[in-house]
Nanobody, 131 residues
Framework: QVQLVESGGGLVQAGGSLRLSCVASGRTFSHYAMGWFRQAPGKEREFVAAVTWDGGRSRYADSVKGRFTISRDNAKNTVYLQMNSLKLEDTAVYYC????????????????????????WGQGTQVTVSS
């Protein structure tokens, strides 16, 4: 069992930056690909970014590419989402999620942009971008 706790959300002006953190409990953090998703009021949960178990590869939604960076520190059981050049449409609750990988999937560097592929979720942190 893994528990994920996000932090770092808040209110920021358009064009500003925030860094979200997600700390995982447990000793098997490195067995997980990690992702960030977000959900705005009245909208479906959408993929933002994901990173392989070793941090070697990442993928991004087109809407955040070039502005957001996902990274992880396995020694600290933490995944980060650096968000720059924030826009009004980035306003949402941001969730981190863990996808427990088989050894084969780890070796292939699997990441997913599908919420149902993820096994564990944090409680979310609110990000509000104002004009």
């Amino acid at each position: 069992q893994v528990q994920l706790v996000e932090s770092g959300g808040g209110l920021v002006q358009a064009g500003g930056s925030l860094r979200l953190s997600c700390v995982a409990s447990g000793r098997t953090f490195s067995h997980y690909a990690m992702g960030w998703f977000r959900q705005a009021p009245g909208k479906e949960r959408e993929f933002v970014a994901a990173v392989t178990w070793d941090g070697g590869r990442s993928r991004y939604a087109d809407s955040v590419k070039g502005r957001f960076t996902i990274s992880r520190d396995n020694a600290k059981n933490t995944v980060y989402l650096q968000m720059n050049s924030l826009k009004l449409e980035d306003t949402a609750v941001y969730y981190c999620a863990g996808d427990l990988l088989s050894p084969a999937a780890q070796a292939m560097g699997v990441t997913s942009d599908v919420p149902s592929k993820y096994d564990y979720w944090g409680q979310g942190t609110q990000v509000t971008v104002s004009s």
